[in-house]
C-alpha cells in the first residue's frame, strides 16, 4: 500500500519544481531550510523540504537544459533555418526539428505553413521566414516561425516516425475526407487544422476530453488491445502485459503529451499491484502518478492539460467509489457519477482559466463515451488495415465517418442548448464558487454518508447554496440576442473597443482596448464579453490605428477567440505592440487587408464602408491618429460613423461627404482636437457615445460635449454608463446602458428622432 505522505510529498516537490522552473536563487534559500530542518530533527519536515528542494533543483536542470531548445533561442524577427518536417507540409501549423549546419539548438519548432506545394513528412527543408515570439506550454519559452520562402534539401532522407506521421494523415484524408481533422485529433494530438467553431462546440458541451490525447484514448486503446488478445486466448497475465506495450508505444509515439503519460504510468501501477495481489488507495496512487508525470517533464507542473487531466481523473474515483459502496456497480450509475465527478473537479479550473463550465457534458457524456468507444477503435483499425486489407478498411472507415458525424452533431447541438454551459469571467475568483460546490458534493458524498445521510447533506447544502447566492447571475447573457443589428461599446477605461453582432449572428470587432497596468483590457474585459454572449470567432477585427489604448488588447482576444480577418490602415509605424500584432497575425495565419477609402463591403446586411483613410490625402502619414480608420455602418434607415482617432483635419476632409447619421462614435475619446462644430452639425447625430475613462486628458472637452449638445445628440459615456448597448432593426434604434434606456424613430435620411426616453 502506498503510503498517505506521498501525496504532500508530491505537493511539495511541486511547489518546488515551479520555483526551480521561474529562477534559482529560491534554491539556495531551500538548501538553507532543508538544513534547519535536519538540525531539528523532525522526520516529516525535513521529507516535505527535501521535497520541496528537490523539486527546485529538478526545476531549475530543466530550465537550464530548455535555455538549448530552439523555440527558446531563436531570436524574434527573421530567421533562415533548414528543418526536419515531423507533419506534412501544408497550409497551418505544422511541427519540424531543426537540423544542418544551422542547428544550434534543440527539439521542435511550430512553423505557420504558407507553401502552396505540400511536402512529405520526414522531408528536409529551408526555410526563410519571421520568428514570432510566444509563450508556450505553461509558459515556456516558445515561438511561431512564419514561413515566408520555403526550398527543398537534397540532404538526408525521413525518418521512421515523420513518415508514419505522414502516412497517417494522408491515409485519414484518403478515408475521411472533411473530417480528416477530427482523425488527426483523436490519433495524432493534432488540432491545430480543426474548426475552431468545431472546437468550440466541443468544448462549451463537456465533450472536449474526446478530442484529446487524454487518459481516456490511452485506456480505450489499451482495452481493445486486452479484448483483442483474449479473443486469441490468451492468459489474462500476458494481454494485460501486451496492451501495456502497445499503449507505451502508442505514448512514445505521440511524444509523452503529459496526460497520456499518466495514464500509461497509471496503467503499470495498477497491473504491478494486480499481479502481487496489493490493494491501491486512489489518491496516494494519482499522486504517485503525477510525481512520475513531474520527473519525466517539469513542465508539466505549470500545463493546465495535465492539472485538468488529475482533476477528472480525481473527481472520477472520488464519486464513483461512493457510487460503488452504497448505490450499487450499475454501469449507468457508475457513468453518471464518473461524469458528475468529472466535471464538479475541473470546474474551478475551467472556470479560472476558459471561463467555461459545460454542465451538459455530464448528461451527454452517458451517449458520447459509448459512441466514442465504438468510433475510436473503428478510426485506428480503419488507418492500420489500409495498405493490407483495403476492403476491411473502406467498412471500418464508413463506421468511423458515422461515429465522428454523430460526435459532431452530438457536441454542435449541446453547445447550443441554452444553460448548457455556465460562462464567467476567466480570472482566479472565478474558481472559488466551484471549489465551494465541489467540497460541498465531496462533503454529501464522504466514504462514511449513507444514502440517506447523503441525501440529508445534500438538503442542507442546497439550502447553503441558495442562502449563499452561489447561484447568481451563472444564467446571465446565456439567452438568444433579438433579430437585429446590436452593436455594443465595451467600458474599457481609457481606450476604445467595441463588438457588433449582425442579424444573422456574425461578430466584427472596432478596436480592443488597451493594455496598461490595470491589465490587458482584451484578456479582461472584451474576450470574456464575447465568451458569455457564446463567441466564438471573430469575423472581421477593425484595427482604427496602432495607438497602445486601442490594440493593446488584441493579443488577450487572439488568445481566446479566432479571428478570421484584420482590417487595418496599414501605417508603416516603428511601434513594438503594432509590429507584435502583425507577428501574430502572420503566426495564426489570419487574412490581413489595408483599409483604404471607398472600400465597400457588406456582411449579413450590413454595409460597411470606409472613409478614411486616403494614400493621396495631403497629410497622410504626418500624424497617425489622422490616419486612422473611419467607417460608415448602415442597415436600414439605421447610419453609424466610426471615427477612431481622427481630429479636425480629417473630420474637414470629410465634409460634405458623409450626411445625418443615427449614432456618432465620437473621434478621440472627446478630444478637443475632434468632433469640430462643423462636422458634428453635418452629422447632426440622434445619439454620440464616447469611449473614455480616467485619464488626465481632459477628454471629453468642454469644446466637443458643447458641439454635440449644440445638435441635441443624446449623450453616452462608457466611464458613467458603463457597457453602451445600441440596438437597431433598421427602422428603430434603442440605447441601454447603466440605468438609462432610450428608444428611437429613424427617419429615412438616417436622422433620429426621439421617440420615448426612460
Not at 504558407?114 to 508556450?136: F, T, Y
Request: with cysteine; glycine share 12%.
Amino acid at each position: 500500500m502506498i503510503p498517505r505522505p506521498i501525496v504532500l510529498f508530491t505537493a511539495c516537490f511541486g511547489a518546488g519544481l515551479v520555483t526551480g522552473l521561474l529562477g534559482i536563487a529560491e534554491v539556495l534559500h531551500a538548501s538553507v531550510l532543508l538544513v534547519v530542518a535536519v538540525v531539528l530533527g523532525h522526520r516529516t519536515v525535513t521529507l516535505l523540504v527535501a521535497a520541496v528542494v528537490l523539486g527546485m533543483g529538478h526545476g531549475t536542470a530543466a530550465r537550464l537544459f530548455d535555455a538549448t531548445r530552439c523555440s527558446g533561442l531563436l531570436p524574434a524577427g527573421p530567421v533562415s533555418i533548414e528543418v526536419r518536417l515531423q507533419d506534412p507540409g501544408r497550409e497551418g501549423m505544422v511541427s519540424a526539428v531543426p537540423v544542418g549546419a544551422e542547428k544550434k539548438c534543440s527539439g521542435a519548432i511550430s512553423v505557420r505553413w504558407a507553401g502552396q506545394e505540400e511536402w512529405g513528412a520526414g522531408q528536409r527543408v529551408h526555410i526563410r521566414g519571421r520568428w514570432v515570439v510566444r509563450p508556450g506550454r505553461g509558459g515556456r519559452p516558445d515561438g511561431v516561425l512564419v514561413a515566408q520562402r520555403i526550398a527543398p534539401s537534397t540532404q538526408g532522407a525521413g525518418e521512421r516516425i515523420q513518415s508514419l506521421r505522414g502516412s497517417i494523415v494522408t491515409v485519414a484524408e484518403r478515408l475521411y475526407g472533411a473530417r480528416a481533422p477530427m482523425v488527426e485529433a483523436l490519433v495524432l494530438g493534432r488540432r491545430h487544422q480543426l474548426d475552431p467553431v468545431l472546437r468550440d462546440a466541443f468544448a462549451r458541451s463537456g465533450l472536449v476530453h474526446l478530442l484529446a490525447i487524454s487518459g481516456f484514448h490511452v485506456g480505450l486503446l489499451a482495452g481493445w488491445v486486452f479484448v483483442f488478445v483474449r479473443v486469441l486466448r490468451v492468459r489474462s497475465t500476458a494481454a494485460r502485459a501486451v496492451s501495456l506495450v502497445v499503449a507505451v508505444l502508442y505514448v512514445r509515439f505521440l511524444g509523452w503529451p503529459p496526460p497520456a503519460t499518466r495514464a500509461v504510468v497509471l496503467m503499470t501501477m495498477v497491473g504491478l499491484a494486480t499481479l502481487r495481489q496489493r490493494r491501491l488507495q486512489p489518491t496516494p496512487l494519482l499522486a504517485v502518478c503525477c510525481l512520475v508525470v513531474m520527473l519525466i517533464d517539469p513542465w508539466a507542473v505549470r500545463d493546465v492539460g495535465a492539472w485538468l487531466s488529475v482533476s477528472t481523473i480525481w473527481g472520477v474515483t472520488r464519486f464513483t467509489r461512493w457510487s460503488d459502496s452504497v448505490i450499487g456497480r450499475h454501469p449507468f450509475v457508475r457513468l453518471a457519477f464518473a461524469s458528475l465527478g468529472a466535471t464538479l473537479a475541473a470546474a474551478p479550473l475551467t472556470a479560472a482559466v476558459f471561463g467555461t463550465i459545460a454542465v451538459v457534458g455530464i448528461g451527454l457524456n452517458f451517449v458520447a463515451i459509448p459512441l466514442a468507444g465504438l468510433t475510436v477503435p473503428a478510426v485506428f483499425l480503419s488507418l492500420g488495415l489500409s495498405s493490407i486489407m483495403p476492403g476491411v478498411s473502406l467498412s471500418l472507415a464508413a463506421s468511423g465517418r458515422l461515429g465522428l458525424a454523430a460526435l459532431e452533431a452530438l457536441a454542435r447541438s449541446g453547445a447550443g442548448l441554452p444553460g448548457g454551459a455556465i460562462l464567467v469571467d476567466p480570472v482566479g475568483v472565478s474558481a472559488i464558487p466551484w471549489i465551494i460546490l465541489l467540497a460541498g458534493v465531496s462533503w454529501v458524498l464522504s466514504r462514511r454518508s449513507t444514502s440517506r445521510e447523503a441525501a440529508r447533506r445534500l438538503a442542507v447544502m442546497g439550502c447553503a447554496l441558495l442562502w449563499g447566492g452561489l447561484l447568481i447571475g451563472l444564467g446571465s447573457d446565456l439567452g438568444p440576442s433579438r433579430p437585429g443589428l446590436t452593436l455594443y461599446h465595451l467600458d474599457v477605461g481609457q481606450g476604445d473597443a467595441a463588438v457588433i453582432r449582425t442579424p444573422q449572428g456574425r461578430w466584427l470587432m472596432i478596436d480592443a482596448g488597451p493594455a496598461d497596468r490595470g491589465g490587458n483590457a482584451g484578456r479582461r474585459v472584451v474576450a470574456p464579453f464575447l465568451l458569455r454572449k457564446r463567441v466564438s470567432s471573430i469575423a472581421v477585427l477593425v484595427i482604427s490605428h496602432a495607438h497602445a489604448d486601442h490594440i493593446g488588447g488584441t493579443e488577450g482576444v487572439f488568445d481566446r477567440l479566432g479571428i478570421e480577418a484584420v482590417l487595418d490602415p496599414a501605417v508603416p509605424v516603428d511601434d513594438s505592440l503594432y509590429l507584435s500584432l502583425l507577428d501574430r497575425i502572420g503566426a495564426e495565419g489570419t487574412e490581413w487587408h489595408e483599409a483604404r477609402r471607398g472600400e465597400r463591403w457588406s456582411i449579413d446586411g450590413l454595409a460597411v464602408t470606409v472613409l478614411h483613410p486616403d494614400t493621396l490625402w495631403a497629410a497622410w502619414r504626418e500624424d497617425l491618429n489622422e490616419d486612422s480608420l473611419v467607417l460608415l455602418l448602415e442597415y436600414g434607415n439605421f447610419r453609424a460613423v466610426f471615427a477612431g482617432d481622427a481630429g479636425h483635419p480629417v473630420e474637414a476632409s470629410l465634409r460634405g461627404q458623409v450626411g445625418p447619421v443615427s449614432l456618432l462614435k465620437v473621434g478621440h475619446h472627446g478630444s478637443r482636437l475632434a468632433s469640430g462644430a462643423e462636422w458634428v452639425g453635418e452629422l447632426a447625430p440622434a445619439v454620440a457615445v464616447i469611449s473614455v475613462g480616467r485619464n488626465g486628458y481632459g477628454h471629453p472637452s468642454k469644446e466637443a460635449l458643447g458641439n454635440l449638445s449644440t445638435v441635441g445628440a443624446s449623450l453616452w459615456r462608457t466611464d458613467r454608463d458603463g457597457t453602451v448597448t445600441v440596438w437597431t432593426d433598421g427602422s428603430v434604434m434603442e440605447v441601454m446602458g447603466g440605468d438609462r434606456r432610450e428608444e428611437f424613430v429613424l427617419a429615412a435620411a438616417g436622422t433620429g428622432i426621439l421617440q420615448e426616453a426612460r
